[in-house]
């Protein structure tokens, strides 16, 4: 029996630092479990260099990202969501679009580093702050037993998890 495979989307405003660094690491971090797709309500168009960095600094490949609408994932052909995250706080407060898979939602906030107006050195060490967060959070629920949990269980947990 091949075990199943969890398609998850980090949605932000921009789709250019905080929903990329979570995308980034969960496909690194979950070893084929998990395929992480991210998206913007209003992409900028382009990925944050800074976001690209961390992620290297991580040991995280770099290639293929890029910045793109949610709306992509609500289309025909779009891979069906298990779970959807917001990562900035105006993203989780607009209407998302329907997505194929009916996924389970979390918010899991944190501040933008891309917004952040200091030295090159205190950007990096806001985008590697953001880093660290997510990849706790994603370690959290890497480690849940989804496969023995029920959907109210894990809703929950998830949700939990946005907290810490």
Not at 35 to 53: D, F
Request: net charge neutral; aromatic share 8%.
């Amino acid at each position: 029996m091949t075990a199943k495979v969890y398609h998850v989307l980090f949605v932000c405003t921009h789709n250019s630092a905080r929903s990329i660094l979570a995308e980034g690491l969960l496909n690194s971090l979950g070893r084929g479990r998990f395929v992480a797709h991210s998206a913007g309500s209003h992409p900028e168009g382009r990925v944050h260099p800074m976001a690209l960095k961390t992620l290297e600094r991580l040991h995280v490949p770099t290639d293929g990202f890029r910045s793109k609408d949610w709306a992509e994932f609500a289309q025909p052909g779009a891979p069906a969501l298990d779970f959807a995250f917001t990562v900035c706080d105006k993203a989780a407060g607009e209407v998302c679009p329907v997505w194929p898979g009916q996924p389970m939602t979390a918010h899991w906030g944190v501040a933008d580093p891309a917004a952040f107006d200091g030295s090159a050195e205190e950007q990096a060490q806001r985008f590697w702050d953001t880093a660290v967060i997510l990849k706790r959070r994603l370690e959290l629920m890497l480690a849940l037993p989804l496969a023995s949990l029920d959907r109210i269980a894990i809703q929950r947990e998830i949700k939990d998890i946005g907290t810490r």
